[in-house]
Structures are given as structure tokens and as C-alpha cells.
């Protein structure tokens, strides 16, 4: 007997990415002592999002894979933006979605001392200076990629002396924005990174962490080398934007001899229909376009996993999508596949009604109830079954039913059968209509046979249609979410805001279903595959008696179509 499938070591070595080529590489050669140690380098200035999921799977991933280490390292250079909730939803989320830093955790502000140091360095080498041209100023001194930028009037100013402005400095003599401190490097160089950069900016404002202490704040170029070097990073991952930032991180490890972190690039996650920007993230939140950081309509972590996506499903996709080194856009749809695979294999199948309609079953005992088994999931066998209440008076959805069906419509209809699930089959005799014409309430006769017998037994009939016992049913409120961008690259049409993309029907509130009661049970967050509907979660804005879900995603999979 052949067996084509591939090994799991045969498929590994053929899925190998380009990043983890290298790292088996350096193990090979014995570089840093074949160690691998990462990082994740969060800005703590807004919530995490799918794109930054994709990266710190990324990060602890390799580190994971070839038994290193990686630290989580919050990049707060920027007093301006930075606020402790956000470290803290930072580490809730990456917690969540399965990985630990264990004690490793760093703040490039723990730095700053050293980073002065290796400034101070800098100086006596000569290869720094204090400059005292305005921003304006230091911006007519460029020249373009042909022509070098003209030489700062400070530039030669001599060791001792800028010494004494950057102790000044520090010192917080100086109002902001009056002096910087910046590299001496090429000013003819092709790359503008390595045109004299600026490494420190006179700020005097609070910091998150080290208070009042430091008046003048490092560039995020000048912090974020060092700082890997100093947590001796061994492969330092980031995205692609940082390409030609390299040769100057390099410049400083070379002038500076320390530890050489070696920065491999790779491309961002960019989604179809989805903003990733934080600043704009941030503007749908405090614009109110969305409920807050965790709206289920928003990309970030905390929107996702309100929405009822799994660490799972998230992980599979960053896997899925996997590593590139050209910027490309990933169709939304893969993400929904992910989560609709992984609730397929693991939400509990439960029975919920969202546009209810009365079903009289004339021919039923009024006041008796009939508790009629039915399994939990289909897809897993340890899952087990539970009772249905089932009784006289049910809900059924409206769109079931049809006075005058088509042809091929296999649901209700005047004289037609269909099976309840898990329940009888019943036959439609005839309705009742309110003033307006509007059907209140559809009798019909059951079978009281069809229920017994082996399932193959049991007489087929075209149609089976999900219902809920009046009397047991628990009222809900359900949330069904469309795209939050009715265009699939709402940050790209020039001329144009991202706002006027907004999908004005991206949140449906439906207020009158009707679910099983079972549901009472349930957990915030809990995943059901509400049958028919799609996979639904408890929303945290539940409480007893106002049940509320989310829709999580329909059932219809349009990216395993487009795969075929
Ligand atoms: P900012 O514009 O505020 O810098 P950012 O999204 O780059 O926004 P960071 O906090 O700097 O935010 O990101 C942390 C890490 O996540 C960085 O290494 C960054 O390269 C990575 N990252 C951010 N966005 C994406 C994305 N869309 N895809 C993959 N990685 C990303
Ligand atoms: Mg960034």
C-alpha cells in the first residue's frame, strides 16, 4: 500500500519560511552560541490588532519552535501618546491568545539611563552632536536623493562642548524643541536614515513610567537597536517599513560595539475591508463611528475575542497566511474560514429563532411538554446530547414559512411537511393574520409516528427547520455584524477619508428572538453554532434575563468556495 501523504517531517521541511531558514542557519553555524531569542515590541499607544497577532505569533512562535526565548518589550520612547491601560490590555491579549513571557518583561524606558550613556559615547567619538536648528530649519537643510543635505552650523562643534549642551539638556535648561542631539554620519548617503538622524528631542512632559525624571526623550530609531542589543535579541523580526532604517541600527552596533542584534524583515498583514492603522483605529473609537476598542466589529484582539473568535482560529490564520517578504493584501474571508473551521469542530449546535413566528399544532395536547433528545455536536462524539422541551405552541423563524412558495422551496408551506429537528414533522393547515395582512401564528398537524424508529427508519422528508417550545423559550437580544468598511481598501482611494467607507449596516440589533433554554446557562463568551444561523457568542453585555449574542460569522464560507 503507498501512502502519498506527506511526513510531518517532510512537510515541515518544505513549509520552512524564509525566517526560519535563517535562524536554522545561524544554529547551524553556532552563532551566539546557537541561541534564538526574540522579541515583540509593542508601542503602548492604542490595542493590538490582528495585524500586530500575526507578529507576536511570529516572535514567540520562533522562539517557541527552536527553543529560545522571547521577551515582550513595550517601546514607550513616546511620553506623548503612551498610556498604562494600554500596556495593560497589551498583555491581556497576548496572554490570551496563548503565550508568555514569563518574567521577561521590558520597557525600552527602563533604558534610558544606558541610552544616554551610549549617547554620551557617541559624543566623545565625535559622532554625534547638539544641534540647534528648528525643525523648519533642519527640513530647508535637506537635499533630495541626488543632492547631499547641507551641513548643520553645528555640526563640528567641538567634544567638550556638546558634551556640556547634552548634560544641559538632560538637565532641562532648554525649552522643547530648541536643541536635539543627532548622529554624525553621511549627508550624502542615498539612505536619509544615516543624514545626521536625530537621536533625542527636548520633551518636557510626563512619562507613564519614569515620571518627571527625563526631560529629554530618544527617538524611536535611536531606542529600539539598543534596546535589543541590550536584551541580547538575537533575531530581532519587524515589518518591512524598517528596511531601510537597517543600515543605521547597524552604524550604531559597529560605533557603539555592542551586542548585534540581527533585524530580518518581513511583510505586514494588511486585510481586505480593514483599517490597521492604530491612529485611525483610535478616531473610530473616540469618533464613536464604533462601541469602543473591543466593538466586534473592530480588527483588535479585544474585538475579535468579543466577537467570539478563538486564540485558535487567530493563530491558524497567522499560519495561514504566513510569512512574505512583499507587501500583499489578505482577503477577510480567510480569517472568517479560520474561525468558521475551528467553532465547526467545537461550538455546541443549539436552537435559536431570530425572526419568530408562532407554530399551533393543532393536533397536540395543550399543557403537555415531551423532552426529545438531540445531540450537542454532530462533529464530536464526547459532546453528548441534552433534552429539548418540546410542547404544543413553538417558534419558528418567519423566513420558514410561505403562504405561496416557489417551486424548490423544501420549507413550510400550506400542505407541506417538514421535520422539526431533533423533533416530529409537522404539515402546514393554514394561518392567522393580523389587520395588516401579517401572518400571526401558523397551524399545523404533526405526526405523532415520525419520531419513532432507527433514524433510518424514520420517514425523510425534504425540509428540517430549527424551533424552540414557546412556553421555554428565553428571550434574547442578537447583534449581527456586517463588515465595518463597505470597501475592500477603504485607506486607499486617494482624495478620500477612510470614514467615508464605513458600512452604515455594519451592526443589525435584533431584539426579539427567541432561544432555547439551555442558553440560560451559558458563560460570557461561550461559542454556539445557532443551527441554520451560523456560530454566535454570549455577549458580556448579558445579564439574567436579557440574553444577548453575537453573531460571530455566518455559515456560508465564501473562501472555501473561492479555493475550488
Ligand atoms: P505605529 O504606527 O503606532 O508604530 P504599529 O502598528 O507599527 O503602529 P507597534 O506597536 O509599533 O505598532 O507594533 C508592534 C509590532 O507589531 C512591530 O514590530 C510592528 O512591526 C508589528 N506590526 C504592526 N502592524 C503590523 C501588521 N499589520 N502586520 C504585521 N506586523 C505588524
Ligand atoms: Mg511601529
Not at 38 to 51: S, V
Not at 210 to 239: F, N, R, V
Not at 442 to 451: M, N
Not at 467 to 492: Q, T
Request: with cysteine; charged share 30%; net charge negative.
Amino acid at each position: 500500500m503507498t501512502d502519498d501523504k506527506p511526513t510531518p517531517a517532510a512537510n515541515e521541511a518544505r513549509s520552512l519560511n524564509f525566517i526560519e531558514q535563517i535562524v536554522e542557519e545561524d544554529i547551524r553555524s553556532g552563532k551566539h552560541k546557537a541561541r534564538v531569542h526574540t522579541r515583540f515590541p509593542p508601542e503602548p499607544n492604542g490595542y493590538l490588532h490582528i495585524g500586530h497577532a500575526k507578529a507576536f505569533c511570529l516572535d514567540f512562535g520562533i522562539a517557541e519552535k527552536y527553543g529560545g526565548l522571547c521577551n515582550l518589550r513595550f517601546d514607550d520612547t513616546n511620553p506623548i501618546t503612551e498610556d498604562t491601560s494600554y500596556v495593560d490590555s497589551i498583555r491581556k491579549d497576548i496572554h490570551w491568545m496563548g503565550f508568555d513571557w514569563g518574567n521577561r518583561e521590558y520597557y525600552a524606558s527602563d533604558y534610558f539611563d544606558q541610552l544616554y550613556d551610549l549617547a554620551v559615547q557617541l559624543i566623545k567619538k565625535g559622532k554625534a552632536f547638539v544641534c540647534q536648528l528648528t525643525a523648519d530649519e533642519v527640513n530647508a537643510s535637506r537635499g533630495t536623493d541626488f543632492e547631499p543635505d547641507k551641513p548643520s552650523p553645528y555640526r563640528d562643534r567641538p567634544v567638550e562642548e556638546n558634551l556640556q549642551l547634552f548634560e544641559r539638556m538632560k538637565n532641562g535648561e532648554f525649552p522643547n524643541d530648541s536643541m536635539t542631539l543627532r548622529a554624525k554620519i553621511d549627508l550624502s548617503s542615498p539612505n536619509m536614515h544615516m543624514r545626521d538622524p536625530i537621536l533625542y528631542r527636548i520633551r518636557h512632559a510626563h512619562h507613564h513610567r519614569t515620571g518627571d525624571k527625563w526631560c529629554i526623550y530618544p527617538m524611536y530609531d535611536w531606542a529600539h537597536g539598543q534596546s535589543d542589543s541590550i536584551e541580547g535579541i538575537t533575531h530581532s523580526l519587524c515589518t518591512l517599513e524598517f528596511v531601510p532604517h537597517r543600515p543605521l541600527y547597524e552604524w550604531f552596533i559597529r560605533e557603539l560595539e555592542i551586542f548585534p542584534s540581527r533585524q530580518i524583515e518581513f511583510a505586514r498583514l494588511n486585510l481586505s475591508y480593514t483599517i490597521m492603522s492604530k491612529r485611525k483605529l483610535l478616531q473610530l473609537v473616540k469618533e464613536e463611528h464604533v462601541k469602543g476598542w473591543d466593538d466586534p466589529r473592530m480588527p483588535t484582539i479585544h474585538g475579535l475575542r468579543r466577537r467570539g473568535y478563538t486564540p485558535e482560529s487567530i493563530r491558524q490564520f497567522a499560519d495561514m497566511v504566513g510569512i512574505a517578504k512583499r507587501e500583499n493584501v489578505i482577503d477577510v474571508a480567510l480569517l472568517e474560514y479560520c474561525i468558521r473551521e475551528d467553532l465547526n469542530k467545537r461550538a455546541p449546535r443549539v436552537m435559536g429563532v431570530l425572526n419568530p413566528v408562532k407554530l399551533i399544532i393543532d393536533n397536540y395536547p395543550e399543557g403537555k411538554t415531551e423532552y426529545l433528545d438531540t445531540v450537542n455536536n454532530p462533529e464530536d462524539p464526547e459532546a453528548g446530547t441534552r433534552s429539548l422541551p418540546f410542547s404544543r405552541e413553538l417558534w419558528i423563524e418567519r423566513e420558514d414559512f410561505m403562504e405561496d412558495p416557489p417551486k424548490k422551496f423544501f420549507r413550510l408551506s400550506p400542505g407541506n411537511e417538514v421535520r422539526l429537528k431533533s423533533a416530529y414533522i409537522v404539515k402546514a393547515e393554514s394561518v392567522e393574520k393580523d389587520a395588516d395582512g401579517i401572518i400571526t401564528a401558523i397551524h399545523c398537524t404533526y405526526d405523532p409516528q415520525s419520531l419513532s424508529g432507527s433514524d433510518e427508519a424514520k420517514r425523510k422528508v425534504k425540509g428540517t427547520l430549527h424551533w424552540v417550545s414557546a412556553a421555554h423559550a428565553l428571550d434574547a437580544e442578537v447583534r449581527l455584524y456586517d463588515r465595518l468598511f463597505n470597501d475592500p481598501d477603504p485607506d486607499g482611494h486617494k482624495g478620500h477619508n477612510f470614514k467615508e467607507f464605513l458600512n452604515p449596516d455594519s451592526l443589525t440589533i435584533l431584539n426579539h428572538c427567541k432561544v432555547e433554554p439551555s442558553l440560560g446557562e451559558a458563560s460570557e463568551l461561550d461559542h454556539f453554532q445557532f443551527i441554520r444561523l451560523g456560530c454566535f457568542n454570549l455577549d458580556p453585555d448579558s445579564s439574567v434575563g436579557h440574553l444577548v449574542f453575537n453573531r460571530t460569522v455566518g455559515l456560508k464560507d465564501t473562501w472555501a468556495k473561492m479555493k475550488q
